[in-house]
């Protein structure tokens, strides 16, 4: 399935989620804070989280009532919840091109906010879910928060390790697309396997996710990103194709990008060029870009154990579509 | 039962509901996440709400086992995660006269610690409790939420009602002490009337405990509150003693006291023994009292459905301990 058909498909399950949510939150009382948590939910983003839980459940067969809808909701909620707390602590301006919750309203506002909406996404996923799936998004929130403080103490050591970075990606993306994609399973009361697999597909398609993010924190199109390009660089965040390419760089290189690492911000952000050539002529992209591609692959061999369908061919797709990405 | 009576009847479990929070935390893996969370929950405390759990579990006929005890800590975890989130929402640099968390670690990994340990009080709830007891703690938090918003338009407005002001702590103080209450009964499958009773006891002894607070707040003694007297009225704060004695007034006292309100802070401040004369005069702390003792009697009449037994009595004393602390 090419992307526009995809993205044709699920327009309307993308519609129907929005109508879900903008139900379920009509009984907000605050003003301000009814205004905050729209401005965090409807600005933009494709929901592809709940349609991730959609499209589990129905692959396993389950039904894909009202409650399954509610219950998907449960993914865009805690999404948005850490969002509008990353913004907070990152002390961002803008989210999707737009002035960001933060800007508008201020910090309190939109740290309690953020919990707010945190709350009803817990409450989701135990009630209209159940104990079980309730622990998915538990687990999901303390793997992030534990991948945030790893992020913060190793992201920026010279020396970190591949393991390292896939440790906090797994924590940090990995955990809030394979949840809503167990949830699935759960929800539709598939076996252990069919969870399994549906963990393990969620899990690399957010690797590979983060992988091309990362990539396009180098390569990607400022107009298409609304990101200046090589701002990973220019903070001196250790990813794949930088630590691929201090890997394999010869000693004069290697020692090029490491006197880059240890000047400052600025210095740093004056040679995003020369980093960028060094981290080619090493083939950090080329291998990044692989590895995307061997995580997809994995994605969607995690789906083998499931009869071909339209959910999976959707899947299927996803997996092709994180690859092809832009922004 | 009298307050050293209670106490000493009460620390044995506060001892315990200790040793199990700190079993259940240690799998944090971080270390410094693991020391915010700890400098969170060890940093005092009375554990008031998980013993209102076990104590309603225990009134209602249930069995305090491993499972009420760890029911129990949602509770704390709760209180702690907004405490957390409460200090860098209002740049506290104490807390329970020591640094708060925000002064040692600073608000990002502060507000992240805060969303951890949410996430673990509502797994709590939903997994060792049940949905029922998950929607609950839930709408504690929403409510939480709501009456911060709602509070933050009117605690200073001159013409502000007594509806109101109990609205925002039926929201802020009440859903924190009657939601435990009511789990206790849920945990032990008490009946409808039984929920209600222990709902009805933990909103009036939160409304009382922060009417209390109130008064504390302008006669309170610094050397044990910790905290500057006539705080309330520097900021502005419209809490029941000053509604009580701008009602009462004459014309001159009302002019003056509304004088002080359209000064500034530090006029206020300078001012705050004016203040409190006025309110002394128009029996604005003696209303406060004699309310504060209304819900106390109203919190042990809900009580009146349950036999006389070990539990109730020490819920009673709760009561009294609410009316008597100065700190």
Redesign the interface.
């Known amino acids: 399935m090419n992307r526009d058909e995809l993205l044709a498909r699920l327009k309307p399950e993308m519609v129907k989620i929005d109508e879900t949510m903008a139900e379920d939150l009509a009984d ?3 003003p ?2 009814r205004e905050i948590i729209h401005h965090g939910i409807f600005n933009g983003g494709k929901r592809v989280r709940p349609l991730l839980t959609l499209l589990a459940a129905n692959l396993c067969g389950g039904e894909i009532n009202r409650d399954a809808y509610r219950l998907s909701m449960s993914f865009e909620y805690l999404h948005a919840a ?1 969002l509008l ?1 990353d913004d ?2 990152d002390h961002a301006e803008q989210r999707r091109g737009k002035p960001s919750a933060n800007t508008i309203w201020g ?3 939109v ?6 909406l ?3 996404a ?2 989701l ?3 209209v879910g ?2 079980e799936i ?2 998915v998004i ?1 687990k999901a ?2 793997s992030m ?2 991948a ?3 992020q ?2 190793t992201a920026q050591e010279i020396d970190r390790s591949v393991d390292n970075y896939f440790s906090v990606l797994a924590g940090k993306t990995g955990a809030l697309i394979s949840s809503p994609c167990e949830t699935g399973a759960l929800f539709a009361k598939a076996s252990d396997n069919q969870r399994q697999a549906l963990y393990n597909y969620g899990m690399a398609l957010g690797l590979a996710f983060q992988v091309v993010d990362d990539l396009l924190d180098y390569q990607g199109d400022p107009a298409k990103t609304g990101k200046a390009v090589g701002n990973d660089f220019q903070e001196g965040k250790m990813t794949l194709p930088l630590l691929h390419a201090l890997d394999q760089a010869d000693d004069a290189q290697r020692d090029q990008l490491l006197d880059l690492l240890a000047a400052s911000p600025e210095k740093r952000q004056s040679e995003v060029a020369t980093a960028h050539d060094i981290i080619e002529a090493n083939k950090g992209f080329a291998h990044a870009r692989a590895k995307a591609e061997t995580l997809v692959t994995e994605a969607c061999e995690a789906l083998s154990c499931f009869p071909d369908n339209d959910a999976k061919n959707m899947l299927l797709g996803l997996g092709q579509y994180v690859l092809t990405r832009q922004k």
């Open positions: 907000i009382v605050d301000t804070l850490s707390h907070v602590i910090n309190s506002d740290i309690l906010a953020g919990d707010y945190h709350t009803r817990m409450t996923a135990g009630t159940s104990p309730l622990s538990g929130t303390t928060v534990e945030e403080f790893l913060a103490k």
